[in-house]
């Protein structure tokens, strides 16, 4: 689920210029001969076109992002136990191959801190270190794509894509995407895991939107629930807030792991 993070599109602000820049008109004139600034409104792109500058966008972010900072916020709870926990951190990454987890806080039952919070982290870690983020792109050799039509998104208008994996893989999905009509930034992905990543997990049912900040798009917030042969019903919600993308430092893969192991004590 969260591999997404890794794998986000950015739109490229060139590309979308050219294609805009000769759609303003000239300001209309009062008469006193004085311009009068009206708002512009920009044309949107067409469906084939959006997801080809989606497309184009998360190659180019794959290799122009060398790493950022947030502040992430998980929580996690059981259902049918009502057992609860929250994680406050600060995640780092470093392309292409360091994620790092300090803990700021934590609060809550116990278990859930460690199967359900450290386990999911854990894995992103995994998944970063193996540097295997291209395995769940949202990409045209990992996915097929339908459209499905104009949706609002909070307000945005948005072209809707059904989505089906083309390997049977852990990470990738079955489900939609919305893509930004005006420029073709990812703007929200949802759906359920195509292939469960534990014989425990039955599956996953996710949400997952995304925001542009410094010219690059990542996610800020996933809501999932997974459905357990053990505990039942896991809903994590997670945050991800004061975004800055910077250029990679030394972290080590040594490093990374410690990080998590502090969690865990």
Known sequence: M???????????????????ENSFASS???????AISLPVLLPHLSPDLALATCQRALQEQSSE???????????????????KAEFELKQHYAAPGILQFTPIHSSGDGFVKSNVIVRLLQSEVEHVQKREQWKTAINFENYKFSYRGKAQLNGTAAHVYEVKPRHKR???????????AGDGSLLRAQGRIAKSPSFFIKRIDFVQDYATIGGFTVPVHLHSEAQTRIVGKAVVDVLLKDYRPEIA???SDEASAR???????
Request: no cysteine; proline share 2%.
């Open 2 to 20: 969260m591999a997404l993070v890794v794998s986000a599109a950015t739109t490229s602000r060139a590309q979308i210029s050219a294609i805009d």
């Open 28 to 34: 209309p004139i009062d008469s006193s001969g004085e």
């Open 65 to 83: 992002l060398a790493g950022y900072t947030a502040t992430t916020v998980i929580e996690a709870e059981l259902t049918d136990s009502a057992q």
């Open 170 to 180: 852990v990470g990738l999905f079955k489900g939609r995407i919305y893509v930004d």
């Open 249 to 251: 430092s030394a972290y």
């Open 259 to 265: 990080s998590i192991s502090d969690i865990t004590k």
